[in-house]
C-alpha cells in the first residue's frame, strides 16, 4: 500500500524478496503484540497494506473458521493465496472508502508513513472499527537511524533515503507521531512498543533496506546525488560482510474504540 510510487513491472520480482526479508524481520514482533492486545476466535479482522499476507494468514487462525479477515492492498501482485475466512481486495486508501464500524481488530504496518494524506487515512481506520474493537499501527522513527555514522559514499545514499529527502512525500518519523493520532481520534486504553535491533547484509534483518537503497543508487546517480564512478564502491560497501548498522525504531501503538 503506497502512494507516490509502485513497483515497475520489471523490478517485482527483487521486490517480492525485499517483502519476504521485511516479514521474516517483523512478522514475530508484531504478532507478539497482537496477541498482548488479543484476538478472540470469532473475530473480524482488517489487515492494510497487507503485502504477501503474511499477517492476514496468522490472523486467520487467530479468529478460525467463526472469524474473518479482510486483507487490502493497492498492488496485490505479492499477495500470496490466503485460506477460505480471508478475503483479499484491491483497495487505494487515498481514493476509495473502507467498510466502516465493521472490526474487532484493524492493523496497518509501515503503510501511513508512506502516504502523504496519512492523518485522513487514520480517521478511517479508526472509523473502521466497532465499538471495543482495537486499532494497532506500526511506522517507524528513522531519525537516529538515518544519521548513524557509515562508510562513504554508502553513508550520503542511506541519509538521502532514510531522510526521505528523494521521497518527499514521505515521512520516515510519523512513528514519532503515533500516540498523537491516537489520541486526537479519542481512541483509549493507548499502548505503545518501540523496539530497534541490527542490522547486518545478506539477513532479513539488513535486506529490506539495502535491496531498496540497491534499487534507488541509479535514479541517486542519474539525479546528480552520487558521482557514477561512486556506485560501484557503495555497493561493495553496504555489502561488506563485517557491516552492522543500527536499525530505525519501530513505534507500535494500539487503542480501543470506547463502548457507548
Not at 503474511?54 to 493497492?74: F, H, M, P
Not at 485460506?83 to 472508502?97: H, T
Not at 506500526?138 to 533515503?161: I, N
Not at 560501484?232 to 530505525?248: K, S
Amino acid at each position: 500500500m503506497r502512494a507516490g510510487y509502485g513497483t515497475p513491472d520489471d523490478e517485482v520480482e527483487i521486490e517480492a524478496v525485499r517483502l519476504k526479508a521485511l516479514t521474516d524481520s517483523r512478522d514475530r514482533r508484531t504478532l507478539r503484540i497482537v496477541d498482548r492486545i488479543g484476538i478472540a476466535p470469532g473475530a473480524a479482522c482488517l489487515e492494510v497494506g497487507a503485502g504477501s499476507g503474511t499477517i492476514s494468514r496468522a490472523l486467520a487462525e487467530r479468529v478460525g473458521a467463526a472469524g474473518r479477515v479482510l486483507s487490502v492492498d493497492k498492488d496485490l501482485r505479492f499477495h500470496q493465496e490466503m485460506p477460505a475466512n480471508v478475503e483479499v481486495r484491491g483497495i487505494d486508501l487515498i481514493s476509495e472508502e473502507l467498510p466502516v464500524g465493521e472490526f474487532d481488530f484493524v492493523h496497518a504496518r509501515a503503510v501511513l508513513q508512506h502516504i502523504p494524506e496519512r492523518d485522513e487515512v487514520f480517521v478511517r481506520l479508526a472509523a473502521a472499527l466497532r465499538p471495543g474493537g482495537h486499532l494497532l499501527i506500526e511506522d517507524s522513527d528513522m531519525r537516529a537511524f538515518a544519521e548513524q555514522p557509515l562508510p562513504e559514499p554508502f553513508g550520503s545514499v542511506h541519509r538521502l533515503l532514510a531522510r526521505g529527502t528523494v521521497t518527499p512525500w514521505r515521512d520516515p518519523n510519523f512513528g514519532s507521531r503515533l500516540v498523537d493520532a491516537f489520541s486526537r481520534a479519542e481512541l483509549v486504553d493507548i499502548g505503545l512498543d518501540g523496539s530497534s535491533g541490527l542490522m547486518r547484509p545478506n539477513h532479513p534483518s539488513g535486506e529490506w533496506w539495502l535491496l531498496a537503497l540497491d534499487r534507488m543508487i541509479p535514479r541517486v546517480v542519474e539525479s546528480g546525488g552520487l558521482p557514477e564512478d561512486q556506485a560501484a564502491e557503495c555497493r561493495t560497501q553496504m555489502r561488506h560482510p563485517d557491516l552492522v548498522m543500527l536499525g530505525p525504531l519501530m513505534v507500535s501503538v494500539w487503542g480501543r474504540r470506547p463502548v457507548g
